[in-house]
T-cell receptor, first 114, second 114 residues
Framework: AQTVTQSQPEMSVQEAETVTLSCTYD???????LFWYKQPPSRQMILVIR??????QNATENRFSVNFQKAAKSFSLKISDSQLGDAAMYFC???????????FGKGTRLSVIA | DSGVTQTPKHLITATGQRVTLRCSPR?????VYWYQQSLDQGLQFLIQ???????AKGNILERFSAQQFPDLHSELNLSSLELGDSALYFC?????????????FGSGTRLTVV
């Protein structure tokens, strides 16, 4: 079974600084998709960024970017110019290319210090 | 508004009771997924429906059941409730492709069993 591991239960960053959240996954598939979701205190699950495994280029969405290392099965999220509104739980998720459900990691709680 | 509607938002009930959680997917989405999030934990996949048919099952208890109706809305039934069933229950939907672009989540139903 596929597993997703987030080894940092909690992280903190100073406002305007950069932080990187780690994620590793275990799979024998070659075609799959990876996601980062944000869960603020409102508990709403918000898609931050996605990456297709067959694309070598790392995905970016404004201040959010990923470092996708397929051979190492690593998918880290970098948040640049951190803002107070970035404080949330961040979940890494994986799914194969078939119609299979998303598998989530246990999450990393990010605090942003003013 | 994500387009996925979950009702009720909050539910308080006693042990041994039965409740029904409702989800209306985003317009045009055929797949519905149910997830359980216990306090400060990751999201655990329960069950998936696609166009009215069950597609995948996760760690769903026998006391729990679900269905997707012809109008594509879905219901999750939880019976013989126990204190440990207290959690946030999310419904998510995805496009025909099975979620290659991620899922759209509802705002969740917070269930408290007392």
């Amino acid at each position: 079974a596929q597993t997703v591991t987030q080894s940092q239960p909690e992280m903190s960053v100073q406002e305007a600084e950069t932080v990187t959240l780690s994620c590793t996954y275990d799979t024998s598939e070659s075609d799959y998709y990876l996601f980062w979701y944000k869960q603020p205190p409102s508990r709403q699950m918000i898609l931050v960024i996605r990456q297709e495994a067959y694309k070598q280029q790392n995905a970016t969405e404004n201040r959010f970017s990923v470092n996708f290392q397929k051979a190492a099965k690593s998918f880290s999220l970098k948040i640049s110019d951190s803002q107070l509104g970035d404080a949330a739980m961040y979940f890494c998720a994986y799914r194969t290319s078939g119609n299979t459900p998303l598998v989530f990691g246990k999450g990393t709680r990010l605090s942003v210090i003013a | 508004d994500s387009g996925v509607t979950q009702t009720p938002k909050h539910l308080i009930t006693a042990t041994g009771q039965r409740v029904t959680l409702r989800c209306s997917p985003r317009s045009g989405d055929l797949s519905v997924y149910w997830y359980q999030q216990s306090l400060d934990q990751g999201l655990q996949f329960l069950i998936q429906y696609y166009n009215g048919e069950e597609r995948a099952k996760g760690n769903i208890l026998e006391r729990f059941s679900a269905q997707q109706f012809p109008d594509l809305h879905s219901e999750l039934n939880l019976s013989s409730l126990e204190l440990g069933d207290s959690a946030l229950y999310f419904c998510a939907s995805s496009e025909k492709g099975g979620g290659n672009y991620g899922y759209t989540f509802g705002s969740g139903t917070r269930l408290t069993v007392v």
